[in-house]
Each structure stands twice: as structure tokens, then as C-alpha cells.
Nanobody, 123 residues
Framework: QVQLVESGGGLVQAGGSLRLSCAAS????????IGWFRQAPGKEREFVTA????????NYADSVKGRFTISRDNAKNTVYLQMNSLKPDDTAVYYC????????????????WGQGTQVTVSS
């Protein structure tokens, strides 16, 4: 089992940057793939990006390619989401999630979730 805690959200102007962190408890963090999802008010939870256990493979939603970068530091039990060139449409609660094998875009496949961190991008 793994517990996830997101941090780093906040209010930023369009064009700005934020870095989110997903910190995990436990000594088995490196055995989990990690995904980032987001959910805006009145909308379904949306895939953003995911990274494999070793960090050598990543997936990105088309809407964030070239602007967002996912990375991980297994020694620190942390996954990062660097978000650049932010747009008002990026406004949402951002969640990280974990699964031992899967790192695709289907949120129902992930076993563990954090509580989320709010990102608000003003125009």
C-alpha cells in the first residue's frame, strides 16, 4: 500500500509556471507507476501524464505535451509535475495516483489516490 500527498498548487497568471509534487509514504514507492490527473468543476477527471516505476517511460495528454514535464526521484519518494506556459484551461484540482503495472490514461485503473491540490490560472 502507498499513501500519496500532493502539494505545490496555487494561483498563477496565464503564461506562468508551477511545480507540483506527489510525495509517497512507504519503502515500495519505486514499485509503483504514477499518474497525474486533473478535474475541473463540472467536468470528469482527466488524464494529464504518467511515469513508469523506473522513470524511463512517460505518457502525456495532447493538451499538455510540450508544456508539462513529469519526473520522479525514487530516493525521495516523490514525483514532480513541472507545468509551464499555463493557460486558464489548466485550472483544476490536480491528483496523483499509483498502480503497480498500469500507467495509462484510465483513472479507474489506479489503486491509490492523493487528496488533490488546487491549481488556478488567471487570464
Amino acid at each position: 500500500q502507498v499513501q500519496l500527498v500532493e502539494s505545490g498548487g496555487g494561483l498563477v497568471q496565464a503564461g506562468g509556471s508551477l511545480r507540483l509534487s506527489c510525495a509517497a509514504s512507504g519503502r515500495t514507492f519505486s514499485t509503483y507507476n504514477i499518474g497525474w490527473f486533473r478535474q475541473a468543476p463540472g467536468k470528469e477527471r482527466e488524464f494529464v501524464t504518467a511515469i513508469s516505476r523506473s522513470g524511463t517511460s512517460t505518457n502525456y495528454a495532447d493538451s499538455v505535451k510540450g508544456r508539462f514535464t513529469i519526473s520522479r526521484d525514487n530516493a525521495k519518494n516523490t514525483v514532480y509535475l513541472q507545468m509551464n506556459s499555463l493557460k486558464p484551461d489548466d485550472t483544476a484540482v490536480y491528483y496523483c495516483a499509483a498502480h503497480k503495472i498500469y500507467y495509462g490514461s484510465d483513472p479507474s485503473m489506479y489503486d491509490y489516490w492523493g487528496q488533490g491540490t488546487q491549481v488556478t490560472v488567471s487570464s
